[in-house]
């Protein structure tokens, strides 16, 4: 025992000794690679602190991270800023200016509840009036993305009374720039306009160049109802400009997203407007609008256009991103929801309508859309309770904004509501006149309604002149799901008025052009007031032989070729033929178009 002692004594100090002497040496290896990297004329700031912190110097490491983390953030580098000014932070937890870029750093890459512990300890030892402006802003916006309204609405105050205690200065014009960011936000345009006109006087008085082109955006950004959609979007190409003439990438992102609201979602100028988005939200490391926000918009594009495909594909690239329970979650369940609709799926669409629970009701646009979503669905169920449920709350919903949008989501209302059972003197009176009484589109939605209307209320003949009148040139706003709604309404008013040839000419249509991309519930409509017209079977379930009908309940169940194989006592490559032919006699160009397809037509297993 006395031996064993011994020895152990010994190999503890030997290891001891044997760490001290691997200390230094990779002390002097720190030392070498900090004085190589410190005479390099663009050195890593990163590398240089981790030599500096290596080789014991850790006075050196808040310096270089204050050169550095800015550095890498002006550069598009948000995740090296971050790593630079949290790992500086270690040594100086209080200093403004890494808390300022860790703030900000964490915000572009969509980290908020970092960023917002940053951005509440900046606001704590903020010296500066201009510091604790920006502070309070930032708090002010993550509590917007990620809080109640009510504790945003907290953060606006005590932003409002920062504003009104500061001395004339450029913290104080900052200020008022920051209300009407803020304002904006929370759909108050009115007052985001009136804060943003004060922080335009204050930067023409300060000579604020970065302020002027901020207030600019907030201003554009505001889509209050008095302006029309042209002003609104050469206002904001005028702040995008002068966003990149200040140098500030973040800005012009925000311009640019917000001009996209503007402009047709499907038109040429929104594609141009989208990779100009893409190119420089890449190169100012502003993460959260880039990937999420974008997939979005190329959803949007893709219905307007009637590419399902392009549709479902850019809602499963957002779904990469979305956080759990972000608005950017909240929005990948609407649009879930929206593509379940399309797709005739009600049920599953009331499901996730019911998912964003609180979430629905946190934005003006989602406190329209879901009552809207859950009209459509109870059209398709046939269900009274849940129309009527869904109209008392869409007529007491914001209005939408004067957006180019606009004008197919009420023509897409009104085709809903006629469907669900609503009557069309209540869809006259209570939607087209009094809820938009005075919306820039109002005029526009009546005319492209009137035909719908009409059919309902058994006036073929005027609806067949009201639908050819919006149809003959179809406004760029509308959607091509919208426009084939429309056009299968004409079929079926001029099949009334016994026009019979021209009724299938326009159904013809509907199916090989307007729809030839967009399966699902409007396509089932319109071939089957084709096979009516023509007395034929064309593209339905009567095509398919009893065993193809068993392998699209069983693509329904989510099984793969050698599942199907597998159940069926087939091989592979024989389920991989009647899965090609169930595809080409239905006219569908996926696995997932026939499960929705299986869902829709209740092509279910039978019992043995």
């Known amino acids: 025992p006395v031996d064993d002692h011994f020895w152990f004594a010994h190999a503890l100090v030997a290891e001891a000794v044997l760490q001290q002497l691997l200390g230094r040496e990779r002390r002097r290896l720190h030392e070498r690679a900090l004085i190589a990297l410190e005479a390099q004329p663009e050195p890593d700031h990163a590398s240089l602190a981790r030599h500096a912190a290596g080789a014991g110097h850790f006075e050196q490491v808040v310096p270089i991270a204050h050169v550095g983390a800015r550095r890498y953030l002006e550069h598009g580098a948000s995740f090296q800023a971050l790593r630079l000014a949290g790992h500086a932070l270690e040594e100086a937890p209080d200093d403004v200016e890494l808390l300022r870029v860790a703030t900000d750093a964490a915000w572009r890459l969509d980290f908020l509840t970092e960023a917002l512990v940053y951005g509440r300890r900046w606001r704590t030892v903020a010296a500066t009036d201009l510091d604790r402006v920006e502070a309070q802003r930032f708090i002010a916006r993550l509590l917007h993305e990620q809080a109640p309204d009510v504790e945003r609405d907290a953060a606006l105050d005590e932003l409002i009374q920062l504003a009104e205690s500061l001395p004339p200065g450029i913290a104080r014009g900052r200020s008022y720039g920051a209300v009407a960011q803020i304002m904006m936000l929370a759909d108050r345009g009115e007052e985001a306009v009136a804060w943003a006109d004060r922080a335009l006087d204050a930067a023409r008085a300060d ?62 100028q929104a594609d141009a407007i989208r990779a100009e988005l893409r190119a420089l939200t890449a190169s100012a490391g502003f993460d959260k609008l880039g990937a999420p926000i974008l997939a979005f918009r190329d959803a949007d594009a893709a219905f307007g256009r009637g590419d ?45 309508l019911d998912e964003m629970g609180e979430g629905g009701a946190c934005r003006a646009d989602f406190r329209r859309e879901v009552p809207a979503a859950r009209l459509f669905a109870a059209g398709q169920l046939g269900d009274p309770r849940i129309a009527a449920d869904a109209w008392s709350t869409l007529l007491a919903s914001p209005t939408p904004p004067n957006a180019p949008y606009s004008l197919p989501s009420v023509v897409q209302m009104v085709d809903t509501a006629l469907v669900a059972g609503i009557p069309p003197r209540r869809v006259r009176d209570e939607l087209l006149d009094r809820w938009l009484d005075g919306h820039p589109s109002q005029r526009d939605a009546v005319r492209h309604t009137e035909g719908l209307l009409r059919l309902a209320e058994g006036h073929p003949e005027d609806a067949v002149g009201e639908l050819r009148a919006v149809l003959e040139t179809p406004a760029d706003e509308l959607t091509r799901p919208v426009i084939a709604s429309l056009r299968l309404s004409l079929g079926a008013a001029l099949l009334a008025t016994g026009d019979r040839a021209a009724a299938l000419a326009a159904v013809r249509q509907v199916v090989a052009e307007d729809l030839v991309d967009w399966p699902g519930w409007r396509r089932d409509r319109a071939e089957a007031l084709l096979r009516r017209l023509e007395g034929s079977s064309s593209r339905s379930e009567g095509e398919l032989t009893p ?17 199907l194989a597998e159940r069926l006592y087939i091989s592979p490559k024989t389920a991989a033929v009647h899965v090609s032919n169930i595809l080409m006699k239905l006219g569908l160009s996926g696995r997932a178009e026939v499960a929705a397809w299986a869902v829709r037509h209740g092509v279910v297993l039978q019992p043995n």
Not at 325 to 339: G, K
């Open 207 to 268: 000579d604020d160049a970065w302020l002027a082109a901020q207030a600019m955006v907030e201003h554009a950004s505001a889509f209050v109802q008095r302006r029309t959609q042209a002003t609104a979007a050469a206002e904001l190409r005028l702040a995008y400009e002068a966003s990149r003439a200040v140098g500030d990438k973040v800005l012009a992102c925000r311009a640019l997203n917000n001009l996209l609201s503007l402009v047709v979602a499907h038109s040429a």
């Open 308 to 352: 399902s495909r392009a549709f479902r594909n850019a809602i499963a690239e957002a779904e990469q991103y979305a956080g759990e329970w972000s608005a950017e979650r909240v929005s990948l369940i609407s649009y879930r929801a929206e593509l379940a609709l399309e797709e005739g799926r009600p049920k599953a669409a009331l499901e996730l």
């Open 547 to 563: 065993r193809e009908r068993e392998v699209a309940a069983l693509i329904a169940e989510g099984l793969t070729n050698g599942q």
